[in-house]
């Protein structure tokens, strides 16, 4: 069964560093989604990515983040200045479709911002 | 403000048992709704989703009860088994409104499955 991967699972860096987290999402899905969990508390929507642009952010996807799709395969989160709040899960998600659809999960990052 | 949000932390069940797992919203513009499971070190895992012109939807094992008059959601698994236990949360996402693809998550339920 098609997955989505993420790598690496776990990522530790200091404070102000960049960090770059991958995602290959499944194959012939067309939308993809960063969200992020903070240690105990609920899944909360980043971005969404579709046709090599962001068609929606939340309030927390600020300056300091950003997404790509470099090639044809890899779908990346990019941070670029950490702080400690930034630690937390980030879940990489694709669908077939907008809306009304089925989003597939990876596994996710661990970041931890020491 | 908009929020979907869950009844209780933590639901114990013995094995063999039904369980049931509720949601809250408070938009009432919400008009699709999924259930998550998330297992320790993983990711949410699809288990079901109900459009807001059904109030009932069958999976294997699993049921989800749509009450649009009260705002809440339902999951409900039957014979519950040991490989059950994970968090479960509800989503909200308005994407047949084109409120777009996000997902809305609520709090979570553990459910825990006794032997």
């Known amino acids: 069964e098609p997955e989505v991967t993420q790598t690496p699972s776990h990522q530790v860096t200091q404070m102000g560093q960049e960090v770059i987290l991958r995602c290959v999402p499944i194959s012939n899905h067309l939308y993809f989604y960063w969200y992020r969990q903070i240690l105990g508390q609920k899944v909360e929507f980043l971005v969404s990515f579709y046709n090599n642009e962001i068609s929606e952010k939340s309030e927390i996807f600020d300056d300091q983040f950003s997404v790509e799709r470099p090639d044809g395969s890899n779908f990346t989160l990019k941070i670029r200045s950490t702080k400690l709040e930034d630690s937390a899960m980030y879940f990489c998600?694709?669908?077939?479709?907008?809306?009304?659809?089925?989003?597939?999960f990876g596994p996710g990052t661990r970041l931890t911002v020491t | 403000g908009e929020s979907v949000g869950l009844h209780l932390p933590t639901l114990s069940v013995q094995e063999g048992d039904n369980s049931i797992i509720n949601c809250a919203y408070s938009n009432s513009a919400s008009d699709y709704f999924i259930w998550y499971k998330q297992e320790s070190g993983k990711g949410p895992q699809f288990i079901i989703d109900i459009r807001s012109n059904m109030d009932k939807r069958q999976g294997q094992r699993v049921t989800v009860l749509l009450n649009k008059t009260v705002k809440h959601l339902s999951l409900q698994i039957a014979a519950t088994q040991p490989g059950d236990s994970a968090v479960y949360f509800c989503a909200e996402n308005r994407g047949l409104t084109g409120g777009g693809n996000k997902l809305t998550f609520g709090t979570g339920t553990q459910l825990k499955v006794e032997l």
């Open positions: 998600a694709s669908s077939e479709l907008t809306g009304a659809g089925e989003q597939y």
